[in-house]
């Protein structure tokens, strides 16, 4: 019997266990994974933790000031040494048997005595072979990834393509937005596979569709976009007579970074799980995690142009009474119950529907893939050569 296809991929890739677990192998375990930006480690001894495909890693940063990434396992038992974020370590202790590490990642410490451990030079412990396993760290526009390999390629040879058609913000600039709660992250798990929110976000198609009242702000049909490398560029325009009134428009101060004929939506991905969207007065990042076949992390964070409480209370207001918003902000595609996502104004509820509707057609027997669009889901069939690619590279059979 003939597979079911999503283009290049088989629709298995999207629902089974066996794909799942061999991207974690051959995809996410091989390549550079954002772990955060670079304000998240500012201070000696301060750490943050990522899982990076089949490694969990932590970044922290030194005495001397210097970053450094270790796979997040002691070297006695495997223990799990740190747990998500934390301020101005001094050593890392495992919570079992208590081995210390320095900063530098090197054993320092067994709290038994020495008939215990016969195997380990107890006056010289960094010299046994047991200090922690390093990953390698590095800065991308502001953001901090890791690789799980130690001596990764450069970064650079791989963002490097992609890195001019980013957008002009100045990263280090801006500061990240935060929640009245406390929290600056927006988190979402969607019943949908990773690969299935990848291809929404880089479908130009459906912008002028799903989204004909949440984006309609933007010039879909002036957008351009392509392919860098294993990396998705893409931008578009500001409408004109919103352009003209952005000033007003905009509930956010503009970045200043921007030149203002350069103001519009740059929405590129990286390959292969992280979106960047950088906007008239919003930088975000978009990470995405898979958790299993069909269940995904979403993470966004958000930066903005650094002014005061009073200009953000000032700019909000001017944009609630301006005309140029009450025309083209907040609008569903439908205009019923606010409870109904597709009515809710809101684009990322609108794409999680859909998102989370086509992973719930994949066990259907009438599933197929229809006529494509050219132009507009182009991106997506290159999206699946990359992973299909990559995959095949790095030791898949598939």
């Given at each position: 019997m003939t597979k079911k296809m999503m283009h290049i991929l088989p629709v298995e890739a999207y629902t089974s266990q066996k794909w799942f677990d061999l991207e974690m192998k051959t995809l996410f375990s091989t390549t550079w994974q954002f772990a955060g930006l670079v304000e998240d480690v500012p201070n000696p001894g301060d750490y943050i933790t990522v899982q990076a495909g089949l490694n969990n890693i932590f970044i922290i940063k030194g005495k001397d000031h210097r970053l450094r990434a270790f796979h997040n396992i002691c070297r006695h038992r495997g223990t799990q040494l740190l747990r998500a974020v934390g301020k101005q370590q001094t050593a890392i202790t495992c919570p079992y048997h208590d081995w210390t590490y320095n900063l530098e990642g090197k054993l320092i410490s067994v709290p038994k005595r020495e008939e215990e451990f016969p195997s380990l030079c107890h006056n010289n412990l960094h010299e046994c072979g047991l200090n922690l396993h390093q990953a390698s760290v590095d800065i991308f526009k502001g953001m901090l990834f890791v690789h799980p390999q130690n001596n990764a390629p450069n970064i650079m040879e791989f963002f490097g393509e992609v890195q001019p058609y980013l957008g002009p913000h100045i990263v280090e600039e801006l500061i990240e937005y935060t929640e009245k709660e406390g929290s600056p992250f927006y988190r979402k798990e969607i019943n949908a596979n990773w690969k299935?929110?990848?291809?929404?976000?880089?479908?130009?198609?459906?912008?002028?569709?799903?989204?004909?009242?949440?984006?309609?702000?933007?010039?879909?049909?002036?957008?351009?976009?392509?392919?860098?490398?294993?990396?998705?560029?893409?931008?578009?325009?500001?409408?004109?007579?919103?352009?003209?009134?952005?000033?007003?428009?905009?509930?956010?101060?503009?970045?200043?970074?921007?030149?203002?004929?350069?103001?519009?939506?740059?929405?590129?991905?990286?390959?292969?799980?992280?979106?960047?969207?950088?906007?008239?007065?919003?930088?975000?990042?978009?990470?995405?995690?898979?958790?299993?076949?069909?269940?995904?992390?979403?993470?966004?964070?958000?930066?903005?142009?650094?002014?005061?409480?009073?200009?953000?209370?000032?700019?909000?207001?001017?944009?609630?009474?301006?005309?140029?918003?009450?025309?083209?902000?907040?609008?569903?595609?439908?205009?019923?119950?606010?409870?109904?996502?597709?009515?809710?104004?809101?684009?990322m509820e609108e794409d999680i529907y859909a998102c989370e509707q086509q992973q719930k057609s994949l066990t259907s027997p009438f599933f197929s893939i229809g006529a494509r669009a050219k132009k507009g889901e182009y991106a997506i069939v290159r999206f699946q050569e990359e992973v299909k690619k990559w995959m095949l590279a790095h030791g898949a059979t598939i």
């Open positions: 299935i929110i990848v291809e929404n976000y880089i479908d130009h198609y459906h912008l002028s569709h799903l989204h004909q009242g949440t984006l309609n702000m933007y010039d879909h049909e002036k957008a351009t976009f392509g392919w860098k490398g294993c990396h998705y560029w893409f931008y578009e325009p500001l409408v004109a007579d919103y352009l003209s009134e952005v000033d007003q428009a905009a509930q956010f101060p503009l970045i200043e970074s921007v030149p203002r004929e350069e103001i519009g939506a740059y929405v590129p991905w990286l390959f292969p799980n992280i979106g960047i969207t950088e906007g008239e007065a919003q930088w975000n990042t978009f990470h995405i995690t898979p958790i299993s076949p069909n269940k995904t992390s979403v993470v966004i964070r958000t930066k903005l142009a650094n002014k005061s409480d009073w200009e953000y209370r000032k700019q909000y207001a001017k944009s609630l009474k301006s005309p140029i918003w009450q025309k083209y902000g907040g609008k569903g595609k439908y205009q019923q119950s606010k409870t109904d996502p597709l009515s809710s104004g809101d684009f």
